[in-house]
């Protein structure tokens, strides 16, 4: 079912650029960067902390979470969908200067929204994956539990203390370097650096694991 949504969307997407792309050429490049973009942002940082907290969350109380971030991008790319569809009606109409049919304007946020549709899902499936092998051993799952947990507060920390003194930084109308830092801050940087930490700590507890078994062999 995920899967077959998601080609769905890639076939409108893609189709929609290619019918579109004769009369209006610049459509076929616009439609490439919608979609690298659409990967790009799924590996935000808020992407990867929600789908990995709500995964943990739903696992650790039996329910069904394989579906995680399908859902979350899902609701997360309409918003984005209404808001990219108004800009890309704005700028191709101005740089072609004729009116766009709507279907032509729809492309550009349905391909963004396949691309980040694309990895969200598959950022879901690999966390119950994880954490489904962490769970079948209790010390295994202790552990894993200690360091993610740890690693989701500091994460949420970070974020949230970041985000805050940038609205803070405008109210205030504030500058200097520290504000130059806090917003020139790359979320999609420190997304794929969540990713990491996320690998490194599944490592460690596949480590601590098989360090167990030999030891319980010796």
């Given amino acids: 079912m995920l899967c077959g949504a998601i080609a769905a969307l890639h076939a409108v997407g893609?189709?929609?650029?290619?019918?579109?792309?004769?009369?209006?050429?610049?459509?076929?490049?616009?439609?490439f960067a919608a979609y690298v973009l659409?990967?790009?942002?799924?590996?935000?940082?808020?992407?990867?902390?929600?789908?990995?907290?709500?995964?943990?969350?739903?696992?650790?109380?039996?329910?069904?979470?394989?579906?995680v971030g399908f859902f979350f991008s899902l609701g997360h790319s309409t918003i984005v969908l209404l808001m990219a569809s108004e800009i890309a009606l704005i700028a191709m109409a101005a740089a072609s200067g004729r009116a766009l049919p709507l279907p032509a304007v729809l492309s550009l946020p349905l391909l963004f929204a396949a691309g980040m549709l694309v990895l969200d899902t598959t950022d879901g499936v690999l966390m119950v994956q994880a954490y489904s092998w962490a769970l079948v051993d209790p010390l295994r799952k202790l552990f894993y539990n200690i360091v993610l947990t740890c690693l989701s507060v500091a994460v949420a920390l970070f974020i949230?203390?970041?985000?805050?003194?940038?609205?803070?930084?405008r109210l205030l109308n504030l500058h200097g370097r520290l504000v130059g830092i806090l917003n020139s801050l790359d979320y999609g940087f420190l997304g794929l650096?969540?990713?990491?930490?996320?690998?490194?700590?599944?490592?460690l507890s596949a480590l601590v694991s098989r360090s167990r078994r030999h030891l319980a062999r010796a």
Avoid: M, N
């Fill in 160 to 169: 949230g203390t970041a985000e805050g003194l940038q609205v803070l930084a």
């Fill in 38 to 67: 659409g990967l790009r942002h799924a590996f935000d940082a808020d992407h990867i902390a929600a789908v990995d907290d709500t995964v943990r969350y739903l696992l650790q109380r039996d329910k069904r979470s394989i579906g």
């Fill in 193 to 203: 650096l969540i990713v990491g930490l996320l690998l490194v700590a599944w490592g």
């Fill in 14 to 31: 893609c189709g929609l650029t290619l019918y579109y792309a004769t009369p209006y050429p610049s459509l076929a490049g616009l439609g």
